[in-house]
């Protein structure tokens, strides 16, 4: 590797605090559990965007979104992985929001309307990074008042809360967990090893592509390796900085990388996408969970972004050798 590449472990984003599932966005503490829903890619000026060469009860079928005929596809498949997509509010883990797939960006303002009759008494579950993190059913809607001007997701209430912190979750049946091992939980020499990893594959794959940013060092902000079948993924959050007092700015890379789990030598870029920008409005980056849909066996990473008033959630998505966007749900947000 090139000695321009400095090696430095950051467990934490500054913007953020700790968290074991996905938190919303820090505005005041009534936005926090109203405006961001979701967040997930390429929507910036500056992107770059590059893959690389049942259970009876309350399933997908048997619930029921809200009838619309000439929505847009959006890329979600609700017969792969459900009518819906709940996520995890801040400081209440018997609420979560509830994200329609199908709905976009010039759509969203319906979801506030949105009659939740369909969900009561479905089976969900519930995950962290770890693995399942519970099972509940829907008992109602949760009634809430949006800041005016915001667009937010409508509110469900759990039959009970978690038992632990959870990103979010999917009616029962439709996912299997994939549990991620963190870095940050890694052994020194195997922590070490990964984050030279990704210092390697980030140089490789986006030096040069802004010549502002062009030798500064590449700091692994988080990175998570699992197994799926015989591959080992590897999944990192990676920045690089311009610390100007008069304009901060930032570059935020998404990397997916693979290789043969039964190998441990290096791995392969499989998917990668950047953006940049000043430090307060810069798209981030947070790797939220795994899971394969039951149905085709394929992996999938959850993938919020969050920008300075509001974001957007994704799926990122394996097909084939390569691993690409495949949904993206609508921003919400001030």
């Not at 820090?26 to 690389?52: N, Q, Y």
């Not at 996912?175 to 030279?196: C, F, N, Q, W, Y």
């Not at 502002?212 to 015989?230: D, K, N, Q, S, W």
Request: neutral net charge; contains cysteine; hydrophobic residues 45%.
């Amino acid at each position: 590797m090139r000695s321009l590449v400095k090696l430095e472990v950051v467990g934490l984003d500054a913007r953020r605090q700790a968290s074991d599932g996905y938190k919303l966005h820090r505005m005041t503490s009534l936005r926090v559990l109203t405006c961001l829903a979701a967040s997930i890619v390429l929507v910036s000026a500056c992107r770059d965007e590059r893959p690389l060469p049942v259970d009876s009860v309350a399933t997908a079928d048997s619930i029921q979104t809200v009838a619309n005929p000439v929505r847009p596809s959006t890329g979600w498949d609700s017969s792969t992985a459900g009518p819906v997509m709940l996520l995890s509010v801040a400081e209440n883990s018997a609420v979560a929001l509830v994200v329609f797939p199908m709905l976009t960006d010039s759509t969203l303002a319906e979801a506030s309307a949105m009659p939740l009759d369909s969900l009561i008494d479905a089976h969900v579950e519930l995950f962290s990074r770890r693995g399942l993190a519970g099972a509940t059913s829907v008992a109602g809607r949760a009634q809430v008042q949006v800041p005016e001007g915001c667009l937010s997701w409508p509110q469900a209430r759990l039959a009970d809360a978690a038992t632990e912190p959870w990103w979010g979750g999917v009616v029962r049946g439709v996912v299997a967990p994939l549990p991620l091992d963190s870095i940050e939980v890694m052994k020194g020499p195997d922590s070490a090893a990964v984050t030279r990893e990704v210092a390697r594959l980030s140089s490789a794959a986006v030096e040069g592509d802004d010549p502002v940013f062009r030798g500064l060092p590449f700091i692994v902000r988080r990175a998570y390796r699992f197994t799926h079948g015989t591959a080992t993924v590897l999944a990192a959050e990676v920045v690089r900085k311009i610390s100007e007092e008069a304009n901060p700015r930032e570059e935020r890379i998404l990397l997916v990388a693979e290789r043969p789990a039964s190998t441990t030598g290096e791995y392969v870029t499989a998917f990668v996408s950047r953006t940049s920008g000043s430090e307060d409005a810069v798209r981030t980056n947070e790797i939220i969970g795994a899971f394969r849909f039951v149905r085709g066996d394929v992996p999938a990473l959850v993938v919020a972004h969050d920008y300075f008033h509001g974001g957007r959630v994704a799926l990122l998505q394996k097909e084939g050798t390569r691993w690409r966007i495949t949904w993206r749900s609508a921003y919400a947000g001030c």
